[in-house]
């Protein structure tokens, strides 16, 4: 198997509306870690395939749509072969309408779309070959927000750790290549940073990839890309906390 990675900055600019909370009160201020897309090729004999990790909060179907044609054409893969994964970060740009924060930032959309194509093509170009390992270790950071109301009439945003959570982490390691590519996926909702934040940041997630981009005397540094977010479970830590 050949598989190759590429991460690009697609952070937006300082003062740009961020997306996430109808609570932000402020447009951006500054940055906490770099927003990026990153993107995995793989590739077995005739079957090719592309993932790209993006730290956003979601994209629109029409312009999801533009991109998978975009990077189909570009690469000669067929669209169901494309995957495109946001991070659900709740302090990233206006990539998609949210009921009161405003449109889409149809300028960043733009360079978002040739950022995206750049690190796909970067892939492509950097694929090497590799072995695949696979793993899960346990890990609970979330608990279900979805709390029954007091009166038993419905369902209220609040703390539930007897509902439904992810215990787990899992990671897929590709070896072979200048590092191991990391694919981890693991459900909970990133937003460490609340409402009142008004700093640019891809949440936990960009602080896990970091962390794991770095070397240590245990380890090398690696090239981690994806993750999973789900809206009913929310980190123990968090805003939902206050709810």
């Known amino acids: 198997m050949l598989a190759g990675f590429a991460s690009v900055d697609i952070t937006p600019r300082v003062g740009s509306r961020l997306n996430g909370f109808i609570a932000r009160n402020s447009e951006s201020t500054g ?12 590739e077995e ?19 999801a749509d533009a991109v998978v044609t975009r990077l189909a054409e570009a690469l000669d893969l067929p669209g ?3 995957v ?5 970060t709740h302090s990233g740009p206006m990539t998609a309408p949210l009921r009161g924060l405003g449109p889409a930032d149809g300028a960043y959309l733009a360079v978002l779309a040739d950022r995206i194509l750049q690190a796909a093509s970067e ?21 279900n927000r979805r709390q029954p109301s ?12 007897r509902g439904p959570s992810d215990a787990e982490v ?13 694919l981890i996926h693991h459900a909970c909702h990133p937003y460490c940073l609340g409402g009142e934040h008004t700093l640019i ?43």
């Open 31 to 42: 940055i906490d870690l770099p927003l990026a897309a990153r993107a995995l090729w793989l």
């Open 45 to 63: 004999a005739d079957a090719r395939a592309l993932f790209v990790g993006l730290d956003l909060l979601g994209l629109e179907p029409a312009f």
């Open 80 to 82: 169901e072969a494309i």
């Open 84 to 88: 495109l994964a946001c991070t659900h």
């Open 123 to 143: 892939a492509v170009s950097s694929r090497q070959p590799v072995r695949l390992r696979w793993g899960r270790a346990p890990l609970a950071i979330g608990v």
């Open 150 to 161: 007091p009166d038993g009439s419905g369902v209220i945003l609040g703390w539930n750790p």
């Open 170 to 182: 899992r990671v897929l390691c590709l070896e072979g290549g200048d590092a191991p590519i990391l």
């Open 201 to 243: 940041s891809p949440d936990f997630w960009g602080y896990a990839a970091a962390a794991l981009s770095e070397p240590t005397p245990a380890r090398a540094a690696s090239a981690p890309i994806a993750s999973q977010t789900v809206a009913s479970v929310s980190l123990i830590s968090s805003p939902s906390r206050a709810l």
